[in-house]
């Protein structure tokens, strides 16, 4: 089954700590794998593409195959960065599958 | 990227009723897709819409309770049929563009619907 999973509801984190907010997928295929963002009263935006392998606001994500995770991770968290994030996967014709999100919260 | 806007951004309704849903883009898309996020939960995709033929359905949504139109390559409309509780959601309009980065989902901004 394809499936997405992000354990933690709620991620606290004070200003200047790592952050790592966890994504582990389930796909028989090739995966395709996001990171999406929606920060308070704003909608939900792409944060970033595993296929990019780029680094968006300090944030980073690798794709590990063999424990199947896209955890996301970011060295110095900023209060600006509270939101709630979601790791999507991508089946066939362009359908993703979300996880059900972490909502990080940096604290000052 | 691709500039969404949904009408209504909100709305509470009666049980029984029905609420049409509209998602206008400002650029041609070819794919354009309807979530919902129920209160506390991810989302889920409904159906694709289609441009010229009929929406394509996710397991678990049928076109009775939730008929949708594609007329052109920037318009949509998901109607929320016979409504209950149950259906109170946060509806997403979604799009891939056909240029820039055709990879990637643009979100509207969603219409929050509560069901009495």
Redesign the interface.
Known sequence: AQRVTQPEKLLSVFKGAPVELKCNYSYSGSP?L?WYVQYSRQ????LL?H?SRESIKGFTADLNKGETSFHLKKPFAQEEDSAMY?CAL?RN?????????TRLQVFP | SAVISQKPSRDICQRGTSLTIQCQVDSQVTMMFWYRQQPGQSLTLIATANQGSEATYESGFVIDKFPISRPNLTFSTLTVSNMSPEDSSIYLCSVNPTSGRPDTQYFGPGTRLTVL
């Open positions: 395709e996001f909608r939900l935006q792409l593409r296929i979601y991508k014709t362009d359908k993703l599958i979300f996880g059900t999100g």
